[in-house]
């Protein structure tokens, strides 16, 4: 996650606390763990404005089925379903769940 992104999280998160969630789009399951750990228990690599900060924001994947259940079908075919085809959604859902569970201080379940 880039400097501006992790900024932007804080941001949000300094204004709305963990009211707000992460909604990742990572194409690798690896990517998706990093990015989530970095949203919920402070950036690993120390390297921008999470560093050593914890948020706990729940973090989810677009692929996650509660994420899915809330996006409008029409916009789900036109901008993601292609996406569904090729990735592997459950291995990306998990992923980031396992982030979440570990880390995070709320949660839509």
């Known amino acids: 996650m880039d400097l ?3 900024q932007r999280v804080k941001d949000a998160a300094d204004k709305f606390g963990t ?3 992460v909604v990742l789009g990572s ?3 690896e990517g998706a763990e990093i990015y989530a750990e ?3 228990n402070g950036d690993p690599t120390y390297a921008g404005p999470l560093a050593g900060v914890p948020l706990g924001l729940p973090v989810y994947h677009i692929f996650d089925e509660i994420i899915r259940s809330e996006c409008d079908p029409a916009a789900w075919e ?3 379903s292609m996406m569904e085809m090729v ?3 459950e291995s990306l859902a998990a992923a ?3 982030i979440r569970d570990e880390f995070s ?3 839509l379940d």
């Open 78 to 80: 036109e901008q993601i």
């Open 19 to 21: 009211d707000c969630i």
């Open 38 to 40: 970095t949203v919920s």
């Open 96 to 98: 980031v769940k396992g």
């Open 4 to 6: 501006q992104n992790q």
């Open 87 to 89: 990735l592997d959604p």
């Open 105 to 107: 201080q709320g949660s």
């Open 27 to 29: 194409s690798d399951a």
